[in-house]
């Protein structure tokens, strides 16, 4: 069965620090990869999608791709407290067909 | 621009009673999903239409779940009967047309209560 993992967390991050967040998938012939931020009671909001290996920066966002190793991260740098919320990691395994890990929450504290 | 409506945004019932989502995805739209979230879990895919086609329903329950999407642009997803494990929140999301980057748009989903 492909699979998505992510490290559920609470990741606890100071205030301005960078977060880290890492996924790995199971399917070698993924080519599209996002990112999601689901508040708490809200529906999850696409910020990032990476498409091809290195790196792809969005304002304080950083999508990181390694398709060797099956391994795709986040990166937020000058983490805010609005940053708080679980990140999840989404994969497409087939013709618009996406599915997505259970998610890290990622708590900034002040 | 309008991102995915739906409605209702919460819902009680009891078991053994039929419950209905409505879905009205962005305009130009033609891909529409809906998902199932549980708790703690990732979106999981029920129902995938390509326009009026349903190409994915691999995971709908099919004995109690049914979706449709006619004309292509509103849709429709319904539990008759409804048990204690269905209450979950219900997502449906909209990907355009034209590319194959996958991207989906979410709306705010359903949150249903099966007592």
């Known amino acids: 069965q492909k699979e998505v993992e992510q490290n559920s967390g609470p990741l606890s991050v100071p205030e301005g620090a960078i977060a880290s967040l890492n996924c790995t998938y199971s399917?070698?012939?993924?080519?599209?990869f996002f990112w999601y931020r689901q508040y708490s009671g809200k529906s999850p909001e696409l910020i990032m999608s990476i498409y091809s290996n290195g790196d792809k920066e969005d304002g304080r966002f950083t999508a990181q791709l390694n398709k060797a190793s099956q391994y795709v991260s986040l990166l937020i740098r000058d983490s805010q407290p609005s940053d708080s919320a679980t990140y999840l990691c989404a994969v497409n395994v087939g013709a618009s067909k996406i599915i997505f890990g259970s998610g890290t929450r990622l708590s900034i504290r002040p | 621009e309008a991102g995915v409506v739906q409605s209702p945004r919460y819902k009680i019932i009891e078991k053994k009673q039929p419950v209905a989502f409505w879905c009205n995805p962005i305009s130009g739209h033609n891909t529409l999903y809906w998902y199932l979230q549980n708790l703690g879990q990732g979106p999981e895919l029920l129902i995938r239409?390509?326009?009026?086609?349903?190409?994915?329903d691999s995971q709908l329950p099919k004995d109690r779940f049914s979706a449709e999407r006619l004309k292509g642009v509103d849709s429709t997803l319904k539990i008759q009967p409804a048990e204690l494990g269905d209450s979950a929140v219900y997502l449906c999301a909209s990907s355009p047309d034209g590319t194959t980057d996958y991207e989906q748009y979410f709306g705010p989903g359903t949150r249903l209560t099966v007592t």
């Open positions: 399917d070698r012939g993924s080519q599209s």
């Open positions: 239409y390509e326009n009026e086609e349903a190409v994915d």
